[in-house]
């Protein structure tokens, strides 16, 4: 028999793995955005560009770091969908 609460904790971890999953695909998105703008931009707007990656890969890390986390303190294992994403290429001028 579950002991009570179980239940509640397993649905408050299953909200945490959507949110980690739509936070995951919108960062996913606004970092294809921030490659597409490096990669047509002028020099000096290459480096923002550059910054914004770099930020915005740091995020997600944040978020697999948080939710891996949850895997380990929930003591099941699941599927996620957070987005791991290529290192950021680096373009130095």
Not at 3 to 10: I, K, L, V
Not at 34 to 43: H, M
Not at 46 to 70: M, Q, W, Y
Not at 72 to 84: F, K, L, P
Request: aromatic fraction near 0%; hydrophobic fraction near 40%; charged fraction near 30%.
């Amino acid at each position: 028999m579950s002991r009570p609460g179980r239940q509640e904790h397993a649905a408050e971890l299953e909200d945490l793995r959507a949110a980690a999953r739509t936070l995951s695909s919108m960062l996913a998105a606004a970092v294809d955005d921030a490659r597409q703008r490096q990669n047509s931009a002028p020099g000096g707007e290459r480096a923002a560009a550059s910054r914004e990656l770099k930020e915005l890969t740091s995020v997600l890390k944040d978020i697999a770091g948080v939710v891996k986390t949850l895997e380990e303190d929930g003591g099941e294992e699941a599927v996620t969908g957070v987005v791991v994403l290529p290192e950021v290429m680096h373009n130095e001028s």
